[in-house]
């Protein structure tokens, strides 16, 4: 029976980290991670997180189940912490298994609905928005968002490829520290957008995955804020995985702001995915999370650590651009100090990136992606000299 099944095409950056395995070199380099990586190329607990979860463990008086939704505390304090002054009664609440399950659900709600609207996406983006909504059987199509070559935004040609939306499609894009690209929109850029969306009809879905990595945890949240307070119906899916550094514990979150007279129908139809797909979420990461906001000197610390990884990320960003001038006295990588976040792509053709795999035993995602949070000392110049050759050759 299991000889009828197809073969499954490997996620790109499992394939990286097998081809990362079986190179067997010793000075190779594994650029393709999705994680926050410190200067010993370690991804620690933080100090913030192990204290929540002490207190948990002496606290915690039940495991039974929630609702569906999840742990209802959770997702006030999230979005109020996310939404502040933008939080609205008619928001549809629900605690994930992580930002993945969060755009799952969304996926699904969509795909189901008599009139599946379609879902808008940028190119380059998160690999993962293609197989999750696939799998839910949603309506996507592309939008052109950046020229990894010419190393920017493709603006005007995104927001021109909008305007093939109907009124009551979905626009889904990333917040700060855009997944695979790092370029992120100006304030002049996000403002043009969410005209073009209104004047469309077209519906937010904006997707938060690196809050905290841009400026600060605050001023991250700012678009989500702006979209929430001005469209009458919004989508917000929210992954706390980088934030927390809580990878496999699995917090995300749902919100979906509806008209009032929806609400209780879409808690109701948001409830039915979840009972007949993830199911109820994992408690552990969210609890850890929620005790973090509760507790003013918790929160304190853990922003002090998030404010560490931003810094770090940061200052190996400024240093691939002052290192590469200082070195061969180029800037082909100068763009790297402007963007924001853990990912950036190279400026490399196909037959580049595999020239810097093979010849130099550095390993990205296909498409050129790489894990800035990876980089320290010897590493950022043997990134730089290799970056250099390849593209002097071909
Ligand atoms: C843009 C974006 N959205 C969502 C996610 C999913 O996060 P999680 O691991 O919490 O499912 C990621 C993870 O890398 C991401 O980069």
């Known amino acids: 029976m299991f000889e009828q099944v197809e073969d499954y095409p490997v996620d790109p950056i499992m394939i990286g980290t097998e081809y990362f395995a079986q190179d067997p070199r010793t000075d190779k380099l594994n650029l393709t991670v999705g994680i926050y990586q410190n200067e010993d190329g370690q991804t620690p607990v933080l100090k913030a997180v192990k204290l929540a979860e002490q207190r948990l463990t002496e606290t915690q008086s039940s495991k039974s189940y929630l609702a569906l939704t999840g742990d209802t505390e959770y997702c006030r304090v999230l979005s109020r912490e996310i939404l502040k002054d933008a939080f609205d009664a008619s928001l549809v609440t629900a605690q994930t298994s992580g930002g993945a399950v969060a755009l799952r659900v969304m996926a699904d709600l969509l795909a189901q609905m ?80 969410l005209d073009r969306l209104e004047a469309l009809g077209v519906v937010p879905w904006i997707d938060l995955a690196y809050l905290g990595f841009a400026r600060s945890w605050d001023e991250d949240c700012e678009m989500a804020r702006k979209i929430a307070a001005r469209f009458p119906e919004c989508i917000v899916c929210i992954t706390l995985s980088k934030s927390f550094g809580i990878y496999r514990d699995r917090a995300g979150a749902l919100f979906v702001k509806t008209r009032v007279q929806d609400k209780n129908r879409i808690h109701r139809a948001v409830s039915a995915i979840v009972r007949s797909g993830a199911s109820h979420a994992p408690d552990h990461g969210p609890s850890v999370v929620r005790t973090i906001f509760q507790d003013d000197a918790l929160r304190r610390l853990w922003l002090k650590e998030l404010e560490q990884m931003r810094v770090r990320v940061a200052g190996v960003r400024q240093e691939i651009a002052s290192r590469e001038r200082a070195m061969i006295g180029t800037e082909n990588l100068a763009y790297f100090a402007d963007q924001s976040g853990m990912f950036s792509l190279l400026p490399l053709t196909e037959a580049q990136e595999i020239a810097l795999t093979r010849d130099h035993g550095i390993h990205v995602v296909k498409g050129g992606r790489v894990n800035v949070a990876r980089l320290s000392g010897d590493d950022i110049e043997k990134l730089i000299k290799a970056v250099s050759e390849v593209t002097s050759v071909s």
Not at 155 to 166: E, I, V
Not at 176 to 190: E, I, K, M, R, Y
């Open 114 to 193: 008599p009139k599946p609207p379609t879902v808008w996406l940028q190119t380059p983006t998160y690999g993962n928005y293609v197989p999750i909504l696939k799998a839910a059987n949603a309506q996507f199509a592309h939008v052109p968002y950046y020229h990894s070559i010419q190393r920017e935004i493709t603006f005007d040609l995104m927001l021109d490829a909008l305007n093939a939306a109907k009124p009551g499609d979905v626009f889904l894009f990333q917040g700060v520290c855009h997944n695979p690209t790092g370029a992120d929109l100006s304030a002049d850029q996000f403002g043009a957008l």
